[in-house]
């Protein structure tokens, strides 16, 4: 039996307990029903604190996969088992195994990577994994097709730069997102400090990642390990946490789990706004899922952001629901039990009071692309780099481009929260050389680039994500340029509108916040979305339950020419669909709000 008491650190009594788990059940104190825990409780309450078989079984060469329950436990440590599905079929006829391997994803803090680490990771990238880099929607990178044997010489070699995997994935606090462009401000290096800072924080404590990948002396059955924050179960479901600097919300703050606001008064970060319940999965056809906004609980100063995220964690430790895992993430919770519930236990834990929210606002989600001064006397230059995919392609070596910029650069990276690149940091003397290797391999066209390109977003799916049910990354190209036709016909190619495209609805390019969502279904089939507000602050609402790209980009030509004919002056094209567009009845989701999609 586990119990989990609340932070008896501050003092809190185990009055304060709130639900027993045993290897079969948890105990709701709402309802007092006993119901079976989810597979995945006992299988991490078994795990020794994430160790489980994982070592063993990636020593077993004797074929490519793991078994199910270490496939769960090595998320933890930033892996998924995954296989070429674009061969399932032809392997299955010749009765071999799978193409399996694995993707892994770096933790990144704010999406900050140094020159030196871009390098190693660069090369990594072709000798222990498929030759690309990619971009996520969450500030960091991923490696895919890294096979069984080379998953420990991949994390070794990250390590030997500092970078690691841990809590990248699995029911813990991940790759916690900041503003990308730091150093441009006092303010915004606090920021991304205080993001760093709280990613250290809220990392598990097991050393099981150094001793099964990194082979450290082992712990495991030698004095036992504490998990202060998380306990033996970690939490119910995975958490997540970012950033963000008005009036940029460029990474989707109400969509995470906890989020700070930063409020800057006569140029000083004087605390954060702090946001709670965001979280965008669904599932097709569950109506007991939905993406949420999130909430506004109120000001705090920034001294107290890990004491008030160790409280909003927690509270989701011991009450999230442990039984159901389409239902554990903070935003049923909240959703559940009120927002009023929850912010007077996070007060409670913390010892913070809520001080009323001060006043913000959004203007854009899109990246500054090209180049930009700083006040320190330094530029950086904001890349494009669609799907956040780094590979070099006939005529678009991006991967060569950007190594020979590594090479010489003497600032850093910082990966941005749709997908793109920020190479900053760049002093006046080292700037002609960067533009240089920009323009030599033709990628200084962000000026050409279309507005709707540049606010695109697709997640991975086909072939390596084992849940697409359509395309996504290997077809926006195709969206895109469809979309652009009928944009050129009405003038509109300059005009920032958000799209979005997933391959499922667990919605990782976040597409219900794109003011044109498409969501995957089954093979080229599509739930179309419109109406959400371009900065983020208003989900959109089904438009289509399912239908082609072509069929999508034929329903919306006559909407893309009446919003160029009638739009209101400023009005976006997804304020445009809500106002004229959706039907009048259909419910209005702004922050705070669930979708009932
Ligand atoms: Fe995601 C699962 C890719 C951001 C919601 N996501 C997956 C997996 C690991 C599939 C799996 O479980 O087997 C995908 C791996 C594909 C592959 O081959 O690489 C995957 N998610 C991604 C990335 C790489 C998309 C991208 O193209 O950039 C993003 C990596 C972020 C990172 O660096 O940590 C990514 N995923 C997101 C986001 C957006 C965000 O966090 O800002 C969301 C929606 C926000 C949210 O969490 O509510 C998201 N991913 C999911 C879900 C649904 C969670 C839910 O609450 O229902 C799943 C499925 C799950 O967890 O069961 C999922
Ligand atoms: Fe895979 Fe679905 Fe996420 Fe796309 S949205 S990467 S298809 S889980």
Redesign the pocket.
């Known amino acids: 039996m586990f119990l989990h008491s609340c932070n008896a650190k501050k003092g809190i009594a185990q009055r304060n307990i709130i639900y027993k788990i045993t290897s079969l059940q948890f105990m709701s104190t709402a309802t007092q029903e006993p119901k079976p825990l989810s597979a995945n409780e006992p299988l991490k309450a078994d795990s020794r604190h994430l160790r489980g078989q994982i070592a063993e079984e990636l020593a077993d060469t004797s074929n490519g996969a793991v078994t199910e329950g270490t496939g769960q436990l090595t998320k933890f440590h930033g892996l ?1 088992l ?1 296989d070429d599905r674009d061969l399932r079929v032809a392997l299955k006829k010749a009765g071999k195994e799978k193409a399996f391997s694995f ?1 892994l ?1 770096v933790r990144l803090p704010g999406g900050k990577a140094t020159p030196h680490q871009w390098l190693v990771l660069d090369k990594l990238a072709g000798d222990v994994s498929s030759p690309s880099l ?1 971009l ?5 990178f ?1 490696f ?1 097709g890294v096979l069984k044997g080379n998953v420990k010489p991949l994390i070794k070699g990250m390590h030997k730069v500092l970078l690691d995997s841990i809590a ?2 699995g029911d813990v606090n ?2 916690v997102m900041a503003p990308p462009n730091p150093e441009c401000s006092a303010a915004a290096q606090q920021v991304y400090d205080h993001a760093k800072a709280w990613s250290e924080f809220a990392l598990p404590k097991t050393r099981a990642y150094h001793e099964i990948y990194l082979d450290e002396e082992l712990v495991a059955g030698g004095e036992p390990e504490n998990e202060p924050m998380y306990g033996d179960t970690y939490l119910p ?2 958490f ?1 946490t970012g950033f963000v600097l008005p009036p940029s919300n460029d990474v ?1 703050i109400f ?1 995470q789990d906890l989020g700070y606001i930063a409020i800057v008064e006569h140029g000083k970060l004087v605390g954060y706004n702090v946001t709670v319940g965001g ?4 599932s097709h056809g569950n109506a007991e899922t939905f993406p949420r906004l999130a909430d506004v609980l109120g000001f705090i100063a920034p001294d107290q952001v890990n004491n008030v995220g160790e409280a909003v964690l927690t509270t989701q430790r011991d009450f999230g629901d442990r039984t159901n895992r ?1 239902h554990a ?1 903070l935003k049923y919770t909240i959703q559940d039990r009120g927002i009023e519930w929850f912010k007077g236990e996070v007060e409670k834990r913390s010892g913070v009071t809520f001080a009323p929210a001060r006043p913000f606002s959004f203007s854009t989600i899109q990246d500054p692309f090209g180049w930009h001064a700083c006040a320190d006397g330094n530029w950086f230059y904001g890349l494009h780099i669609l ?2 995919r780094i590979v070099d392609k006939e005529g678009w070596p991006m991967k060569t481009a950007l190594r020979e910029i590594a090479e010489i650069h003497t600032g850093d990276f910082r990966l941005t929260p749709s ?1 793109n690149l920020t190479i900053s940091g760049v002093t006046p003397d080292m700037k002609p050389r960067i533009e240089a290797i920009l323009a030599k391999h033709g990628l200084d066209k962000e000026n050409e680039r279309s507005g709707l390109r540049l606010n695109a977003l ?3 799916a086909l072939p ?4 697409a049910l359509a395309e996504s ?1 290997r077809i926006l190209p195709e969206v895109l340029e469809k979309f652009e036709a009928v944009l050129d016909e009405n003038g509109l190619r300059h005009d920032a509108i958000s799209i979005r495209i997933t391959g499922c609805p ?5 597409p219900y916040l794109g003011e044109i969502g498409f969501v995957g279904k089954a093979p080229s089939k599509y739930a179309l979305y419109l109406g959400a507000r371009y900065d983020g602050t208003r989900l959109n609402r089904l438009f289509s339950p399912s239908t082609t790209i072509d069929n999508a980009v034929e329903m919306l030509r006559p909407i893309i020419k009446r919003y160029a004919l009638e739009r209101s002056e400023s009005e976006g094209f997804g304020d445009f669909c809500d106002r004229v567009v959706l039907p009048a009845d259909a419910t209005f989701h702004s922050v705070g709000t669930p979708a009932a999609a």
């Open positions: 998924y995954q993707m994803r990619r996520t929607t969450r500030q960091t991923q895919h990248a994935c991940r790759n479901r995975k997540k989707d969509s979280g965008l999965g669904m389409k993430r799907s956040g997908q697709s997640c991975v390596t994500c084992g849940l990354e667990n919605g990782c390019a976040r």
